[in-house]
């Protein structure tokens, strides 16, 4: 099979020959159709990422230490394991990025998203970014994809449409008529945007970029805060503001960014509620006296458990969620030096708005 790969933290994106992937024990393969570049992807490229250990993986013919990123996809299963059920051979499927266990005091809870025996493509594994991948655990962690859901929508329930569904949805239980402030209208930002407005939320998005904004306007935002050369005191009070002076109820932090979490905390209302999806690239400062004395909420979202998938695939199948029209452009995988172009641009803040998929 073909793959993306790179040999070292920041190093160049190479298309490569692989074996095909052998199915572990209850493990599958699936045949990629799309896969995203999340930025997550970006943080574990740069050396961010304390799980992505480069060189974990044996190159062809085992020589070069290389990485396969990849973790947002979707995809047919071609082969299966010992002890899958062997009717999901052939069907159309995603996964979470986290793949549970399925065994773990956490897995038993339903909440494999933090399963403490938790492996995950294009992290600890090789990933998507390639003809094939391996999704372990499959029986556990494989969601049906029905046939009529785009591919790219079905990719971006492995990692950012879920978990901006999960974090505001299952966390922070956004009710209709409230209003929510996301920061960061990149990938994961716009699906909190969707999910938000589509629960009848009335949505505030932040961003350095101009065009990211506007895009979240047509997602579903009614108010917008440009961030660039503002404190997190100053966007607070431009968020505030946009809200008649009241603060939101919820907040998303969907960037991690220095001073988007604290951003967040000052915006809140008295109790409200702050979900944190962007992954940090160091520990921030945050706003400890206020968290205590307003009652903040500090909650984080780390994906979804498989089983907690029908009620969204069923907003998705309805139509009443579009994870499709956050897909801004399609790139062939053969085109490595498109790629590695994007993530150099993301990772330098300058990544075009909207989501890349990548098509095997
Ligand atoms: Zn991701
Ligand atoms: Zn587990």
């Known amino acids: 099979m073909r793959a993306l790969q790179y040999a070292e933290p920041g190093g160049p ?93 956490e897995c038993a809870a339903g909440d494999g998203q933090v399963c403490r025996d938790q492996t995950q493509p294009g992290f600890t594994t090789q990933g998507s970014w390639a003809d094939q991948v391996v999704v372990r655990h499959a029986d556990v962690n494989l969601v049906e994809v029905p046939d009529d859901v785009d591919g790219g929508a079905a990719a971006l329930l492995g990692c950012r449409f879920a978990t901006a569904y999960r974090g505001l949805v299952q966390r922070a239980q956004l009710r209709p008529g409230e209003r929510v402030l996301v920061v960061g209208c990149g990938g994961v930002g716009l699906s909190a945007v969707v999910v938000a407005a589509a629960l009848g939320a009335e949505v505030v998005a932040a961003d350095v970029d101009e065009r990211a904004l506007a895009r979240a306007v047509e997602l579903g935002a009614s108010a917008t805060v440009r961030t660039a050369g503002l404190s997190p005191a100053e966007v607070a009070d431009a968020v505030r503001a946009a809200g008649g002076g009241a603060g939101p109820a919820v907040s998303v932090d969907a960037v991690g960014r220095p001073g988007a979490l604290d951003a967040c905390l000052l915006s809140l209302a008295r109790r409200g509620r702050h979900v944190q999806i962007g992954l940090v690239a160091s520990e921030p400062v945050v706003e400890v006296s206020r968290v205590v004395s307003h009652e903040l909420a500090l909650l984080g979202s780390h994906g979804m458990d498989a089983r907690s998938y029908p009620e969204l695939m069923a907003l998705v199948t309805s139509g009443r969620l579009r994870p499709q029209d956050l897909v801004a452009r399609w790139l062939p995988l053969e085109d490595a030096a498109g790629i590695e172009a994007l993530v150099r641009a993301m990772d330098g803040g300058t990544a075009p708005v909207g989501v890349t998929m990548i098509r095997p």
């Open 13 to 105: 994106l190479t298309l490569v020959d692989l074996p095909d992937p052998e199915p572990p024990v209850h493990g599958a393969v699936l045949a990629v159709e799309a896969t995203g570049l999340c930025r997550s992807d970006v943080h574990a490229w740069a050396g961010h990422d304390p799980d992505v250990v480069v060189g974990a993986h044996a190159g062809p013919g085992g020589g070069a230490a290389t990485h396969v990123p990849g973790h947002e996809l979707a995809g047919r299963v071609v082969a299966v394991g010992a002890g899958v059920d062997a009717s999901w051979l052939g069907r159309r499927a995603t996964t979470p990025f986290v793949h549970a266990c399925g065994s773990c005091p």
